[in-house]
């Protein structure tokens, strides 16, 4: 029968087998699976790995510093931080449509991605959370023809978002790729992942910025950023995190009239998302109690300043996306 403990054994003698003497690489995301994979790397081949965090700035408040800080401080596990939030917020700077932000976001990820693994010397290897699914919907792009081998294509994080140039391919290690997400959650349960990574909601690889309607400003982020803090900090309080598939905020770039003492404002409104799902290929809109929601919309209108509206998404899926872009 299949055991974490025979699971983990067994993967570190694969890595040292495949990796010899040799330096791997590492993109981490803050989800689960580069999360195991940096830990099963780390203990079985220790200062060969390196392992890169880009902060594009478009992750959620404090989770950066928090991701940095678990690795360094509880695993001991070193973290190359790169912030690169100026360059990424410059790339997209002004641009409204979704796939163009998608695109700009993809290749700034590969170019940093690219001088970073170039800056910190050289790399036979670069360490991928491929998980069993992706192998099977990959059986053939990510082959090469002459040797047989699966190569680095793409950035599994960023899949959707662009290829890796020629002169960068790597060898692959993929630890993960017989398992299953479930799978891959009780692993990284059984090493001391925290919950708040195991099981973390799906969040996209291009963060905040598709969650921002239109033009992303660093206004706008920190805005949103503040909105969907408290969203979370609601549902976790009152243990809901595990009955939605996601639950988050979206910003949109209008602005509507409202009152505020004897102000009058002129703001933005912030719209919850919050779903249930099996899969991500439907969604259904949450019940979420009422009560919940009078407590998230008086908090943001009242915490976040530059908003003053909060509405409830009840589109499903289809014909909705869970997505606002
Ligand atoms: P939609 O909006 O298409 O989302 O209903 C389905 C699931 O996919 C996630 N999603 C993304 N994930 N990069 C990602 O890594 C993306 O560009 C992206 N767009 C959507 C979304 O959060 C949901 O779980």
Redesign the pocket.
């Known amino acids: 029968t299949w055991t974490t403990a025979a699971f983990v054994e067994e993967a570190i003698r694969e890595i040292r087998a495949r990796v010899g003497e040799k330096r791997v690489l590492l993109a981490l995301s803050g989800g689960v699976d580069s999360s195991t994979l940096a830990f099963l790397l780390y203990k079985a081949i220790g200062e060969q790995l390196t392992c890169v965090f880009i902060d594009q700035g478009f992750m959620r408040k404090y989770e950066p510093e928090r991701l940095v800080k678990l690795f360094q401080e509880q695993f001991h596990i070193p973290v190359e931080y790169v912030n690169a939030r100026d360059r990424f917020l410059t790339a997209i700077s002004g641009v409204t449509d979704p796939e163009e932000k998608?695109r700009r976001i993809g290749h700034e990820f590969i170019r940093v991605f690219e001088e970073t693994s170039k800056r910190l010397g050289h790399f036979d290897y670069l360490a991928q959370g491929t998980l069993y699914p992706d192998v099977i919907e990959s059986a053939d792009t990510n082959v090469d023809p002459q040797t047989g081998e699966r190569v680095a294509v793409k950035i599994k994080?960023h899949h959707?978002v662009g290829g890796l140039p020629k002169d960068l391919r790597f060898k692959l290690v993929e630890p993960l790729r017989k398992l299953f997400k479930d799978e891959v959650r009780k692993v990284g349960r059984s090493i001391g992942l925290p919950e708040e990574i195991v099981q973390r909601q799906?969040?996209?690889?291009?963060g905040l910025a598709?969650r921002i309607l239109g033009e992303v400003t660093a206004e706008r982020l920190n805005i949103l950023r503040d909105a969907d803090l408290i969203v979370r900090q609601e549902i976790n309080q009152r243990g809901l995190y595990h009955s939605f598939?996601?639950a988050f905020a979206v910003l949109l770039p209008i602005r509507s009239v409202g009152v505020m003492g004897d102000q009058r404002t002129y703001a933005y409104p912030i719209v919850l998302r919050i779903v249930t799902s099996e899969d991500?290929m439907t969604?259904d809109w949450a019940r979420v109690p009422y009560d919940v929601l009078e407590v998230i919309s008086t908090r943001i209108v009242n915490e976040v300043k530059g908003v003053n509206r909060v509405v409830y998404d009840i589109t499903s899926?289809p014909p909705g996306?869970?997505?606002w872009e």
């Open positions: 998608r994080s959707n799906p969040f996209p690889g291009p598709i598939w996601q991500g969604a899926k996306t869970i997505e």
